[in-house]
DNA sequence: AATAGTTTCATACAAGCGTTTGAATTGCAA
DNA sequence: TTGCAATTCAAACGCTTGTATGAAACTATT
């Protein structure tokens, strides 16, 4: 077996168990059980567990933020460089919607540990997510051009809460799914993406100002 | 030292601990050092180190639960019977983003503690968790009463909505802040809560069929 | 066909984990 | 003070983890 044949390997089955099961659960032991390949492959290939998962990490942080930006490039070419807000957003949640609640398992596997990764913050992970600021930085510049009045914190609190409703819409989808007794249909992934992006554009076009005040009660 | 007094130490060291270090990564000797008790006075008054996660988790979900509870019916009893929504969702996302965001960190625990048991799910807690449903169910209710007109979806699509936001605020607090250079103020705890409470209710009275239905570009 | 360089494999290792044990210590009633 | 039960403690247990090793198997060039 070649080289990237083994290495291909080891990679895939690490992200199909990352992407149904915590990090602290899976061992070296699973992954190459599951790659089926020898316990020493991922040292010999990787060097060490934590390099193999940043590797992992890295690579198909790489391949989102190029689906995301290539839905953020057309909707704005298709505006003549200002795009609806709307289609900002729904090229930032859309693809991990999208990758997640697919059907088919296997090509979700990538959106789900990626969807993993963000939530369930391991050390090697964490050091290396830097690069997920600059990406969404991106989005932020295409949001201000898109509403050019809206104050800076505005915008970026609009950006939060996107990626807020899309992330838990895919981890607390159980949740979701028992406390709606299934009146809440996930599978249909083109209605879930429509209700987030109306949901997030809705809170950025809101008064930055809420006219009524939080009251405070009972907090000594 | 009393039993109560050892019992005590370990729940709140493990609480302490547990806000701020992933599961995976707290042992059972972290514990007892930070509680500054033998090594096995866990397994001697809780019985297990799950056992002492569930205790743990059981006792502060009550005690986060009342405290919804308590401002969700100081708010109806204010309607005569029927809320303002804006108050509803105040009642669910004010107690734990108050406690989150709460300069306090001795106070801030417990609340730590609760939004990563509910995102980074542990076997152990994941078995208990049937008990989040039905209060949650709660707030669907409430919800519903001061929304009679609101198709029961579009109520749990909101509650979940809510719930999102305010745990994205409290988890990736740190990407906020950076990615909006400090332009949002998370100390500003009221006026976070201001800005969730908003945003979750313009999500929830906005029409329950968005009129733009989303495109799927580019899915083979 | 022989050899040099990769890659695989079974196995072992040290370290860390949760848990158990049995003796020492403590606290309290008689 | 004596005696008994409850609690603490140091030490060890068995197990799992990530990693290292050296021999075996494979690949490819000459």
């Known amino acids: 077996m070649s080289t990237d044949q083994t290495r291909l390997a080891i990679l895939t089955a690490a992200e ?3 992407a149904d099961h915590s990090f602290g659960d899976v061992t070296l032991r699973d992954i190459v059980s599951e790659a089926q390949v020898n316990l020493a492959a991922v040292n010999y290939h990787f060097g060490s567990k934590d390099e193999l998962i940043a590797e992992l990490y890295v690579s198909r ?3 989102l933020n190029r ?6 490039k057309a909707a704005e070419e298709a505006g003549n460089g200002r795009a609806e807000i709307r289609d900002v957003i ?5 693809p991990p919607l999208r990758g ?3 059907p088919d398992r296997q ?3 990538a959106a789900r540990f990626m969807i993993r990764a963000s939530a369930e913050s391991v050390p090697v992970i964490r050091k290396i997510k830097t690069r997920e600021i600059g990406h969404l930085r991106q989005f932020a510049e295409a949001m201000q051009r898109s509403l050019p009045e809206m104050p800076a914190a505005d915008i970026y609190w609009g950006l939060h809460f996107a990626l807020a409703m899309s992330h838990e819409t895919i981890n607390a989808n ?12 996930l599978s249909d992934v083109n209605g879930v993406i429509a209700r987030v992006v109306e949901a997030a554009t809705l809170a950025l076009t809101a008064p930055s100002a809420p006219e009524r005040a939080a009251p405070s ?3 000594p």
């Open 16 to 18: 199909r168990l990352y």
């Open 61 to 63: 942080s790489i391949a």
């Open 67 to 72: 689906e995301r930006l290539a839905e953020l």
């Open 90 to 94: 729904r090229a930032l949640v859309g």
């Open 100 to 102: 997640c609640l697919d």
């Open 107 to 109: 090509r979700s596997a």
């Open 174 to 185: 159980e949740r979701l799914q028992r406390l709606s007794g299934g009146a809440c249909d």
């Open 217 to 219: 009660p009972s907090t």
